[in-house]
């Protein structure tokens, strides 16, 4: 059964870079068929998609946060990465990773982290 | 963008319940809804506009193509207390603003 953990600070401060790390067990990282995502929502809010990256790398964003962001992966470790830059209260979510299955035009969600809260504030 | 409506809603138990998106252009067929409880990770219900998921309950059902889409609900039960998203990804990924579903 595939699994998904994330981790990270809980608390960041304001105009510093959010870090978290999403760790995959239970089934390969490098499946042609997937991508891994991370999605967040803030409190009383509704979920945001930030962006996907795929085993080789390669990334896509939303774009209201595309010039905050970077995804990496590495497949050694079974680990992929979400860095938000300069970050203010507005940031402060649940984040989650997830697992994007995509099989011609089939495409979704199928498995998700458990979700981390992190709060942006002095 | 997927205009979603209602933002919430309260039916009663047995009650037929339907969620609208509306997306701003053409996304073919390619929708997902996603059904969120308090607590819980969201949980795929169905894909590709109308195919439903793994072990979902047959009383949901979703259609529609192009710019239109409709859930449903056909007789609420308590346990379906949640909040309902679609989800484009025919141009990169957005979520619909959520629909928050509860009991009268």
């Known amino acids: 059964q595939l699994q998904l953990q994330e981790s990270g600070p809980g608390l960041v401060k304001p105009s510093e870079t959010l870090s978290l790390t999403c760790t995959v067990s239970g089934d390969s990282i490098s499946g042609s068929s997937y991508y891994w995502g991370w999605i967040r929502q803030p409190p009383g809010k509704g979920l945001e998609w930030i962006g996907n990256i795929y085993y080789n790398g390669g990334a896509y964003y939303t774009p209201s946060l595309k010039s905050r962001v970077t995804i990496a992966i590495d497949t050694s470790k079974r680990q992929f990465s979400l860095d938000l830059i300069s970050v203010t209260a507005a940031d402060t979510a649940i984040y989650y990773c997830?697992?994007?299955?995509?099989?011609?035009?089939?495409?979704?969600?199928?498995?998700w982290g458990q979700g981390t809260l992190v709060t942006v504030s002095s | 963008q997927m205009a979603q409506s209602p933002s919430s809603l309260s039916a009663s138990v047995g009650d037929r319940v339907t969620i609208t998106c509306q997306a701003s252009?053409?996304?073919?067929?390619?929708l997902n809804w996603y059904q969120h409880k308090p607590g819980k990770v969201p949980k795929l219900l169905i894909y590709d506009a109308s195919r439903l998921g793994t072990e979902v309950p047959s009383r949901f059902s979703a259609s529609g193509s192009g710019r239109h889409f409709t859930f449903t609900i056909s007789s609420l039960q308590a346990e379906d207390i949640a909040t309902y998203y679609c989800q484009q990804y025919a141009s990169l990924l957005t979520f619909g603003g959520g629909t928050k579903v509860g009991i009268k």
């Open positions: 252009q053409d996304i073919n067929n390619f």
């Open positions: 997830a697992r994007w299955f995509a099989l011609g035009g089939t495409k979704y969600f199928d498995y």
